[in-house]
């Protein structure tokens, strides 16, 4: 069987050696296609679909309840599945034509290749659509297992004690979850072996697309071995391939570009010149890593077809050639000096000199003391945090207290949850003990009594948490920060967003934030005064957006020092961390490097420097 899978790559490398140039251009023209037209009319379709509902912005958990719960989430998924499905079950019709017309004695150009996509285009997308629909169902059964099992075995303590003390339970359920993940991925690679011909069928046969999953299972019958090794063996090639040109450029830029931090213009100029190389390689890897993937499937088609595909020669024409000389290599020139240009732009800019950074402590300085506790709200303002962050919640007796998970096992072994039990008996348990035996005085703290710690040494950012229990938190929050006189050195959050608009709507003076882990639509719409979001959703372009509207950006949980640079590179406003004092050390030693350092601190980065590598800051120096 391998070696039938080797003899098919190898097959399919020779047809890409004979017709790598009607190929490249095939790809290169459709990909521009897509990138232009295809998928911004995608996803201006899914967002037109979007906005028709009251959820514009979309974020969390909430975002699984559009998609599963809501019927225009359910079609929106569906539509947008089966778009992204059609548009690279398109490109490989385009391609799979011109191994076709090969076996013909066709030759497809470019144009004809393309012609003969577009003309396949709409069943290719019916059918893409009854693949999605199949697929989603499926999901169905396995979904409700893996829900079954959490519920069996997690439900019973907050996740984050599981996360953190990994119990048995949390095995049990981990191998669990690890079964139903191997059953779904072999019936997965099973249908991927079943429905490999349903593509070639439609485009080539014109069967329709209702009949061509059901014929595609038959005629790969007692195949699926072949089928299956012979894309695992594409596979392989694709991620070799990927892997070692990324490697390359990372090594060529991390070694070279050090060497030229003297000199901005220099600097500049190899930024330039090694992004250009860089994306010119990732875009030749992907055109043959998607060409061999579709001759690789034109030859499984071809060993079992069971009749002649329709003639191609309608398709025929002159093969195009591109000259590279007269206009054309002085249009390409020009592109080239821009987009070197535009690269060293966009590096200046990412430098650029910033407003002062707020380092945020996360629940205190909780890397050294125990996490929402007054020994690490106390040892985050010695740090000179700018802020302490803490979550807050209710008791069952209406005390407002500093916890974050809906109970204590995970700082105490205690399953007493919070909106539960009495804030006496809560404040009975220790929670220090866990972290260090010098902290075994710590217990949860009220609001008051971290508000009394930090007044007058740092500011204090609140989130209210909520699980569902919530009585009047947001209106005890207030109450006691106006009562410790605190009003004017305190920010609030929150996950839930209702509860950050009502605690919006009982202080409109007061600055309130969402607290963002993924999202769908644009934040900014959400009218927050700042906010709060995973350290990967902020991107320039996020922040860029944020700040035109008036909002400032926060990350989290920021505790790696390249990230912390990242971060200021990109312009955001303050880091929420474990670490308030490596972050103050980064700030300082950010703040004392030249332009030129700083971008190639940001270069580092990107390569995939380490924080070892980026502590020393002699290391920097040219």
């Given at each position: 069987m391998w070696r039938s899978a080797r003899d098919m790559f190898l097959g399919a490398l020779g047809d890409l050696r004979r017709s790598w140039k009607v190929l490249a251009i095939t790809d290169l023209a459709y990909k521009a296609i897509?990138?232009?037209?295809?998928?911004?009319?995608?996803?201006?379709?899914?967002?037109?679909?979007?906005?028709?509902?009251?959820?514009?912005?979309?974020?969390?958990?909430?975002?699984?309840?559009?998609?599963?719960?809501?019927?225009?989430?359910?079609?929106?998924?569906?539509?947008?599945?089966?778009?992204?499905?059609a548009i690279t079950a398109v490109e490989a019709s385009c391609l799979m034509a011109v191994g076709v017309g090969a076996s013909q004695d066709i030759r497809l150009n470019g144009r004809g290749a393309l012609r003969f996509g577009a003309a396949n285009a709409l069943n290719v997308l019916r059918l893409s659509g009854h693949m999605v629909l199949r697929v989603m169902v499926g999901v169905v059964p396995f979904g409700i297992a893996a829900g079954l099992v959490y519920v069996a075995l997690l439900r019973a303590h907050d996740i984050n004690y599981y996360l953190a003390q990994k119990p048995p339970q949390?095995?049990?359920?981990?191998?669990?979850?690890?079964?139903?993940?191997?059953?779904?991925?072999?019936?997965?690679?099973?249908?991927?072996?079943?429905?490999?011909?349903?593509w070639p069928l439609v485009a080539f046969e014109q069967v329709h697309p209702r009949q061509a999953l059901g014929e595609s299972a038959r005629r790969a019958a007692g195949s699926y071995r072949l089928i299956l090794a012979s894309l695992a063996v594409w596979a392989a090639s694709a991620f070799v391939l990927t892997s070692v040109l990324t490697w390359l450029m990372r090594s060529i830029g991390f070694w070279v570009a050090p060497h030229m931090a003297g000199s901005l213009p220099l600097l500049f100029l190899f930024i330039g010149v090694w992004a250009l190389v860089a994306a010119f390689l990732a875009l030749a890897a992907n055109v043959v890593n998607f060409s061999?993937?579709?001759?690789?499937?034109?030859?499984?088609?071809?060993?079992?077809?069971?009749r002649t595909p329709a003639s191609l020669a309608q398709y025929a024409g002159e093969v195009w050639r591109m000259r590279l000389t007269g206009p054309w290599g002085a249009g390409i020139l020009a592109l080239v000096v821009l987009g070197m240009g535009g690269v060293a732009e966009l590096a200046?800019?990412?430098?650029?000199?910033?407003?002062?950074?707020?380092?945020?402590?996360?629940?205190?300085?909780?890397?050294?003391?125990?996490?929402?506790?007054?020994?690490?709200?106390?040892l985050a303002a010695e740090q000179r945090s700018d802020l302490v962050e803490l979550d807050v919640q209710e008791s069952s007796d209406g005390q407002v207290l500093v916890a974050h998970d809906a109970d204590l096992m995970k700082v105490s072994g205690n399953p007493a949850t919070i909106w539960g039990t009495p804030a006496g008996t809560l404040r009975a348990i220790d929670i220090g003990t866990y972290r260090d035996a010098r902290y075994a005085a710590e217990r949860v703290p009220t609001l008051a009594e971290a508000l009394a710690v930090c007044k007058g040494r740092c500011k204090v950012l609140v989130e209210l948490k909520s699980y569902g229990h919530n009585q009047h938190l947001e209106e005890r929050v207030a109450q006691i920060?106006?009562?410790?006189?605190?009003?004017?050195?305190?920010?609030?959050?929150?996950?839930?967003?209702?509860?950050?608009?009502?605690?919006?709507?009982?202080?409109?003076?007061?600055?309130?934030?969402?607290?963002v882990a993924q999202a769908m639509g644009d934040l900014t719409e959400l009218k927050a005064d700042f906010l709060a979001v995973e350290s990967r959703?902020?991107?320039?372009?996020?922040?860029?957006?944020?700040?035109?509207?008036?909002?400032?950006?926060?990350?989290?949980?920021?505790?790696?020092?390249?990230?912390?640079?990242?971060?200021?590179?990109?312009?955001?406003?303050?880091?929420?961390?474990?670490?308030?004092?490596?972050?103050?050390?980064?700030?300082?030693?950010?703040?004392?490097?030249?332009?030129?350092?700083?971008?190639?601190?940001?270069?580092?980065?990107?390569?995939?420097?380490?924080?070892?590598?980026?502590?020393?800051?002699d290391a920097l120096r040219p």
């Amino acid at each position: 069987m391998w070696r039938s899978a080797r003899d098919m790559f190898l097959g399919a490398l020779g047809d890409l050696r004979r017709s790598w140039k009607v190929l490249a251009i095939t790809d290169l023209a459709y990909k521009a296609i897509a990138f232009a037209l295809l998928m911004p009319g995608t996803t201006l379709l899914l967002y037109w679909l979007r906005a028709r509902t009251s959820q514009r912005v979309v974020a969390d958990t909430d975002i699984a309840m559009f998609f599963l719960t809501t019927p225009t989430g359910i079609v929106t998924l569906l539509l947008g599945g089966s778009l992204i499905v059609a548009i690279t079950a398109v490109e490989a019709s385009c391609l799979m034509a011109v191994g076709v017309g090969a076996s013909q004695d066709i030759r497809l150009n470019g144009r004809g290749a393309l012609r003969f996509g577009a003309a396949n285009a709409l069943n290719v997308l019916r059918l893409s659509g009854h693949m999605v629909l199949r697929v989603m169902v499926g999901v169905v059964p396995f979904g409700i297992a893996a829900g079954l099992v959490y519920v069996a075995l997690l439900r019973a303590h907050d996740i984050n004690y599981y996360l953190a003390q990994k119990p048995p339970q949390f095995w049990i359920a981990a191998a669990l979850i690890a079964l139903i993940g191997i059953g779904f991925a072999l019936l997965l690679a099973r249908t991927i072996a079943r429905w490999a011909f349903a593509w070639p069928l439609v485009a080539f046969e014109q069967v329709h697309p209702r009949q061509a999953l059901g014929e595609s299972a038959r005629r790969a019958a007692g195949s699926y071995r072949l089928i299956l090794a012979s894309l695992a063996v594409w596979a392989a090639s694709a991620f070799v391939l990927t892997s070692v040109l990324t490697w390359l450029m990372r090594s060529i830029g991390f070694w070279v570009a050090p060497h030229m931090a003297g000199s901005l213009p220099l600097l500049f100029l190899f930024i330039g010149v090694w992004a250009l190389v860089a994306a010119f390689l990732a875009l030749a890897a992907n055109v043959v890593n998607f060409s061999l993937f579709a001759l690789v499937l034109t030859r499984l088609y071809q060993r079992m077809a069971q009749r002649t595909p329709a003639s191609l020669a309608q398709y025929a024409g002159e093969v195009w050639r591109m000259r590279l000389t007269g206009p054309w290599g002085a249009g390409i020139l020009a592109l080239v000096v821009l987009g070197m240009g535009g690269v060293a732009e966009l590096a200046f800019l990412a430098t650029r000199n910033q407003a002062p950074i707020v380092v945020i402590a996360h629940r205190g300085a909780s890397a050294v003391a125990p996490e929402n506790t007054l020994a690490a709200f106390r040892l985050a303002a010695e740090q000179r945090s700018d802020l302490v962050e803490l979550d807050v919640q209710e008791s069952s007796d209406g005390q407002v207290l500093v916890a974050h998970d809906a109970d204590l096992m995970k700082v105490s072994g205690n399953p007493a949850t919070i909106w539960g039990t009495p804030a006496g008996t809560l404040r009975a348990i220790d929670i220090g003990t866990y972290r260090d035996a010098r902290y075994a005085a710590e217990r949860v703290p009220t609001l008051a009594e971290a508000l009394a710690v930090c007044k007058g040494r740092c500011k204090v950012l609140v989130e209210l948490k909520s699980y569902g229990h919530n009585q009047h938190l947001e209106e005890r929050v207030a109450q006691i920060v106006e009562a410790a006189g605190m009003a004017d050195q305190c920010e609030f959050m929150s996950l839930d967003h209702d509860m950050a608009r009502r605690m919006k709507a009982l202080r409109p003076s007061w600055r309130v934030g969402l607290l963002v882990a993924q999202a769908m639509g644009d934040l900014t719409e959400l009218k927050a005064d700042f906010l709060a979001v995973e350290s990967r959703m902020a991107s320039r372009r996020f922040i860029r957006r944020a700040h035109r509207a008036g909002q400032d950006v926060y990350i989290w949980t920021v505790n790696d020092p390249a990230w912390m640079l990242m971060g200021l590179t990109r312009g955001v406003d303050g880091l929420i961390t474990d670490h308030p004092d490596l972050a103050h050390r980064v700030i300082i030693a950010r703040a004392r490097l030249s332009e030129p350092q700083r971008l190639l601190v940001a270069l580092l980065i990107r390569f995939g420097a380490t924080a070892q590598s980026l502590a020393a800051e002699d290391a920097l120096r040219p």
